[in-house]
């Protein structure tokens, strides 16, 4: 029997692949439909942001003070302006332990980098005191049983006095102390408050005081606010000081070799952890300035954005983004390879000001400790909103889209929809009365400029 053949229809014939994909000439809307999904893309990014991550609140008073681990993200420690130390298990959102620690607010915690179990807190009863953590062992390893293996705590998730932490040393300054930090590479750290002193936690004494003068006992003239080390010139310290001045000062000589002042007073600084030379400096006016070491004269670079002071700065450990936070009770996220223009902007109704912020270790979550007792946990970017594990598909859609976005960040819709951002409503109206303000005084120099220049003539 002879077998007839089929005759295929037209919708199996298949062209091969070079007739079927037209060429540039064929498509010419290519472009316009490209950058259309560039838009699209841009505010499903805007639309699914959740920068939200959790809020700890077993604190019964204000957080002032907030610090994390320099080896771990498993855990931080915050202090509370009713003396308060708490131990946090950031994995599961945990309070692990609470401590009495000091009779005032606790304004500086610090880790001992040569001994990663151990923390120095300081507060304004003028006491510092060094704590020993001995289970740290099982919280830096990250294990998910810790509580398991050590339910017999008596403090374990409550609010009395645990084991998990015990007083080693107390020492006292003599009067209040609004800052503290440790030397990265030796038991050393300095105080900032009515004196600027340095202190061994082998010793109970100060071993000397730092001050901008030499010939005035080591002193500076009216209280310090805040004090750093820089983290690779570990005997370079940046201390900040109510009359406006920003002073650079040598643990070896105990005297400042380089000096600045602000138009107003700085409450923070905090150095680059990937460029030593470069520090940041968080002030009244709501400005955060770069400075470089080289150059003390003029900022580098000046982040305007928050309308109240700026109470709290932290680099990331990648040197290329820094945090604040404010008075104004927001949050922002900078960018040091822009303009002086914040990326992420968070708030929330209830937050107050904001007292302290950090980055994590893995720079991918930002802690914040503000007014209404509560410690918030921020995702560093708030675009971020995979948090499950994509498959193949959903991956090279993410990588489309970001892509598109990347090529067409330098159009107006598009940088329009990046910078976009729910600011509150008292925010706005202080930025609109600054902005009207800095118009007066513009209009005003310019009408003193030609009155001037018609005396001349």
């Given at each position: 029997?002879?077998?007839?053949?089929?005759?295929?229809s037209?919708?199996?014939?298949?062209?091969?692949?070079s007739?079927?994909?037209?060429?540039?000439?064929?498509?010419?809307?290519?472009?316009q439909k490209e950058?259309?999904?560039?838009?699209?893309?841009a505010?499903?990014?805007?639309?699914?942001?959740?920068?939200?991550?959790?809020?700890m609140?077993?604190h019964?008073d204000s957080v002032?003070?907030l610090?994390?681990?320099?080896?771990?993200?498993n855990?931080?420690?915050s202090?509370?302006?009713d003396?308060?130390?708490?131990?946090?298990?950031?994995?599961?959102?945990?309070s692990l332990?609470a401590?009495?620690?000091?009779?005032?607010?606790?304004?500086?915690?610090c880790?001992v980098?040569s001994?990663p179990q151990r923390f120095l807190?300081?507060?304004?009863d003028?006491?510092?005191k060094?704590?020993?953590?001995?289970y740290?062992?099982?919280?830096?390893?990250?294990?998910s049983?810790?509580?398991?293996?050590h339910?017999d705590?008596p403090?374990s998730?409550?609010?009395h006095e645990?084991?998990?932490?015990?007083?080693?040393?107390?020492?006292?300054?003599?009067?209040a102390?609004?800052d503290?930090?440790?030397?990265?590479t030796s038991?050393?750290?300095?105080t900032?408050g009515?004196?600027?002193?340095?202190w061994?936690i082998t010793?109970?004494a100060p071993?000397?005081h730092?001050?901008?003068?030499?010939?005035?006992?080591?002193f500076?003239?009216?209280?310090t606010t805040?004090i750093?080390f820089?983290?690779s010139?570990?005997?370079?310290?940046?201390?900040?000081?109510y009359?406006?001045?920003?002073?650079?000062?040598?643990?070896?000589?105990?005297?400042?070799?380089g000096?600045?002042?602000?138009?107003?007073r700085?409450n923070?600084?905090?150095f680059?952890?990937?460029?030593?030379t470069e520090f940041?400096v968080g002030s009244?006016?709501g400005k955060c300035r770069l400075?470089?070491?080289k150059?003390?004269?003029?900022?580098?670079?000046?982040?305007e954005g928050?309308?109240n002071?700026?109470l709290?700065?932290?680099w990331?450990?990648l040197?290329?983004?820094?945090?604040?936070?404010?008075?104004?009770g927001t949050?922002r996220?900078?960018?040091?390879?822009?303009?002086?223009?914040?990326?992420d902007l968070y708030?929330t109704?209830?937050?107050?000001?904001?007292?302290t912020?950090?980055?994590s270790?893995?720079?991918?979550v930002?802690y914040?400790?503000?007014e209404?007792?509560n410690v918030?946990?921020?995702?560093a970017h708030?675009?971020v909103?995979h948090t499950?594990?994509?498959?193949?598909?959903?991956?090279?859609a993410k990588?489309?889209?970001?892509s598109?976005?990347k090529k067409?960040?330098?159009m107006p819709?598009?940088?329009?929809?990046?910078?976009?951002?729910f600011?509150p409503?008292h925010?706005?109206s202080?930025?609109?009365?600054r902005?009207?303000?800095r118009?007066r005084?513009?209009?005003k120099?310019?009408?003193?400029?030609r009155s001037?220049?018609k005396?001349?003539?």
């Open positions: 029997m002879v077998k007839k053949k089929k005759i295929a037209v919708d199996d014939i298949r062209l091969p692949t007739a079927r994909k037209l060429k540039s000439k064929h498509q010419p809307f290519a472009n950058y259309v999904r560039a838009q699209n893309a505010k499903v990014k805007q639309l699914l942001a959740k920068p939200f991550i959790h809020a609140d077993d019964k002032i003070s610090r994390k681990h320099p080896k771990s993200s855990f931080i420690i202090g509370a302006c003396g308060e130390l708490r131990i946090w298990d950031v994995q599961h959102f945990k332990s401590i009495k620690a000091h009779e005032h607010w606790v304004t500086g915690i880790f980098p001994q807190s300081s507060s304004r003028g006491f510092i060094l704590w020993d953590m001995p740290t062992g099982d919280i830096l390893s990250g294990q049983d810790f509580m398991g293996k339910h705590l403090g998730y409550g609010v645990s084991h998990l932490a015990s007083k080693i040393l107390s020492f006292h300054s003599g009067g102390i609004n503290l930090d440790v030397s990265a038991n050393q750290f300095v900032a009515s004196s600027t002193q340095l061994d010793r109970t071993i000397s730092i001050g901008w003068n030499s010939d005035s006992s080591g500076f003239e009216c209280t805040a750093r820089n983290r010139e570990t005997n370079l310290v940046c201390v900040c000081d009359d406006g001045y920003v002073t650079l000062c040598d643990t070896r000589t105990k005297k400042g070799f000096r600045f002042k602000l138009d107003d700085p923070c600084c905090e680059n952890p990937r460029n030593p940041i009244d006016s400075f470089s070491i150059n003390l004269k003029r900022a580098k670079q000046v982040y928050h309308t002071a700026v709290s700065v932290d990331s450990p040197g290329s983004d820094f945090v604040s936070g404010s008075m104004d949050i996220l900078w960018d040091t390879r822009t303009l002086g223009k914040s990326r708030h109704r209830r937050m107050g000001r904001v007292n912020v950090q980055y270790v893995d720079s991918r930002v914040s400790g503000s209404d007792c918030r946990a921020w995702r708030a675009a909103h499950k594990q994509m498959n193949a598909r959903e991956q090279a990588r489309y889209s970001d598109l976005i067409y960040i330098d819709d598009i940088r329009k929809i990046q910078r976009q951002k600011v409503k925010v706005k202080a930025q609109k009365k902005r009207e303000q118009e005084e513009v209009e120099s310019r009408h003193k400029y001037k220049s005396k001349i003539i």
